[in-house]
């Protein structure tokens, strides 16, 4: 496990405000974890990025918070759940970690969800996907801070069957994560009209995908849908390549995509593409004034959509600590839902069921033509407006909008 002390300094009389003498603060310190997968198939999608990301938003705040300083913990997780629970158990007991942030997989978050309600600490879930973190696995503690599976569905799903290819049959990975992009994304094809004709599964970390795609070539559907992330999405796809299905009469399509994932399999490959991102770094100048920061920091490598979402949280996690003036998880929790935020990379609120709902965009992968740089590998089709974007209340099966 990796600690990185961001500040010693007690900066008394730069927040003056939150040192008065209620300010409290456990452990006389802020203490928050990067629980994230560094090593494993996840890791270019949030991994090392995300500690770079923490670390950036502990700087920006000014490096300590009433008066106290922050200190940064890292732990991989290897997206696997048991790794997860025992390394957020682990920072919360033996470090006093009062948040943690990040979990790239859906299996990992949920493993450390259940830590942190147990334990009343604050998780902020940045990289995995599933709707359940803030449905019907919801709890007290945790926010839902950049995408789920409906916003993905929502938006590659709802543009690719706006399109008229309205035959689906998904090569699904057998977790959590992938089941619940399928599901969703099934309704959204089933609502236009369209027919989902089977689907197949595969483990996580599968390296041979030819007889998964060879079913869902068999299928004549219009649509291959990936409901998979990561290593699995990237070899899913060069496979599809090596098999003659990309520019067949057959569209294949990755649900959940990254521009690491992007870079990874080069424009040749998925020019013009569209996938959904919570962020993207070229859409707004505040978006790229951020990215050229993080890039000097990260071997000139723009941030994904989740590592910018760490350094959201990260940031707005402190900014309510200094409003309550303790790191009360109770206390920061309701600040936190019941203020909007506005950080110049998102902007939206966080719901009763702890879901940020901000907007969305439906990307589209550049030709290698179009490309300026390495980083230059999307265009911003469409804005998807919150609202749009995010299941409705009226729908939720979390307790904390039910009450049961």
């Known amino acids: 496990m990796k600690k990185t002390l961001i500040s010693q300094v007690v900066a008394g009389a730069l927040f003056a405000v939150g040192t008065s003498a209620s300010a409290q603060l456990s452990n006389d310190a802020v203490n928050i974890g990067v629980l994230t997968d560094l090593s494993g198939i996840y890791s270019a999608i949030e991994g090392p990025g995300a500690v770079v990301a923490a670390e950036m938003a502990v700087s920006d705040f000014g490096g300590s918070v009433l008066g106290k300083p922050i200190n940064i ?3 991989d997780t290897q997206s696997k759940a048991d790794l997860s629970s025992s390394k957020a158990r682990e920072m919360f007991e033996r470090d006093n970690v009062d948040m943690i942030v990040g979990n790239v997989s859906t299996a990992s978050a949920l493993a450390a969800m259940e830590v942190a309600d147990q334990m009343k600490r604050v998780a902020l879930v940045t990289g995995a996907a599933s709707l359940p973190i803030t449905n019907e696995r919801c709890n007290p503690y945790t926010v839902h801070w950049v995408y789920d599976t409906y916003a993905l569905a929502h938006g590659t ?19 959590a994560f992938g089941h619940t992009l399928e599901r969703d994304t099934s309704e959204v094809v089933k609502a236009a009209g369209g027919e989902v004709l089977g689907s197949v599964k595969h483990p996580i970390k599968t390296t041979d995908f030819a007889s998964y795609l060879a079913q869902a070539q068999s299928s004549g559907a219009q649509v291959i849908g990936l409901a998979n992330a990561g290593g699995d999405t990237i070899g899913s796809i060069k496979q599809a390549a090596e098999l003659g299905i990309m520019g067949s009469d057959q569209t294949v399509v990755p649900l959940l995509m990254f521009s690491a994932d992007i870079q990874a399999l080069g424009l040749q490959e998925t020019q013009g593409m569209n996938f959904t991102v919570g962020w993207y770094w070229d859409y707004n100048e505040s978006n790229r004034k951020f990215a050229e920061r993080f890039m000097k920091n990260f071997k000139g490598v723009a941030p994904t959509s989740v590592q910018a979402g760490v350094y959201s949280a990260t940031l707005n996690y402190l900014k309510a600590i200094q409003a309550v003036g303790t790191d009360d998880s109770d206390k920061v929790m309701a600040y936190l839902k019941s203020t909007p935020i506005d950080d110049g990379l998102f902007k939206g609120v966080i719901r009763k069921d702890g879901k940020f709902e901000h907007d969305m965009y439906l990307l589209q992968v550049k030709s290698p033509k179009q490309s300026k740089n390495r980083n230059d590998i999307a265009t911003v089709a469409r804005v998807i407006p919150a609202a749009d974007a995010t299941l409705p209340l009226s729908q939720s099966k979390c307790k904390l909008v039910t009450g049961s």
């Open 73 to 75: 913990t890292s732990a």
């Open 157 to 175: 799903g709802a543009a690719v069957v706006a399109t008229g290819k309205k035959t689906w049959f998904f090569v699904t990975a057998d977790y």
